[in-house]
């Protein structure tokens, strides 16, 4: 006595529902996470050189001015939950980040670039696999009221 033979296709859709959705939905949720962390990282910078400048811009003298430059720096990395590894360098006004250093001076109508820097690697993927890793830029540009009064 033979056993009937089942020809339909039940079940197979939910079984190929389920591979074609992790084949999917896994590589579609990682680039959402991988964007969202690179967006972070630049929205993090973009504010530290913000504040930065503002800080630095309304010090009573250079040595405060480095103080309140670095505090920035660190705060608007922490608020978006970064660790304090940016790194931060002045250049002149409508120059590129990559531009040689200059010495910001808090002389009344002078004006200079904050450059913020700082690599961010992508989630689950190793160092040696990542490279250099993602690098965010965030700029901003200081202009020292005209009429200021300020003590070296």
């Known amino acids: 006595m033979r056993l009937p033979v089942r020809r339909d296709d039940s079940g197979n859709a939910v079984v190929e529902f389920v591979f ?10 990682y680039l959402i996470v991988a964007v969202a962390v690179v967006q972070r990282s630049q929205l993090a910078v973009t504010q530290a050189a913000r504040e930065a400048g503002r800080a630095f811009a309304t010090s009573d003298g250079t040595r ?3 103080l ?16 304090d590894d940016a790194d931060v360098r002045f250049v002149a006004a409508g120059s590129p980040c990559s531009a040689a250093t200059v010495a910001p001076r808090l002389v009344p109508g002078s004006t200079f670039t904050v450059c913020v820097r700082r690599r961010t690697q992508l989630p689950a993927v190793p160092t040696l696999l990542g490279g250099r890793a993602i690098t965010t830029v965030g700029e901003y540009v200081v202009h020292v009221d005209d009429f200021r009064t300020v003590t070296p």
């Open 20 to 29: 074609v959705a992790v084949i999917v939905m896994v590589p579609l949720i």
């Open 64 to 66: 405060q001015a480095e």
């Open 68 to 83: 309140r430059t670095a505090a920035a720096v660190r705060l608007a990395l922490a608020d978006q939950g970064l660790a």
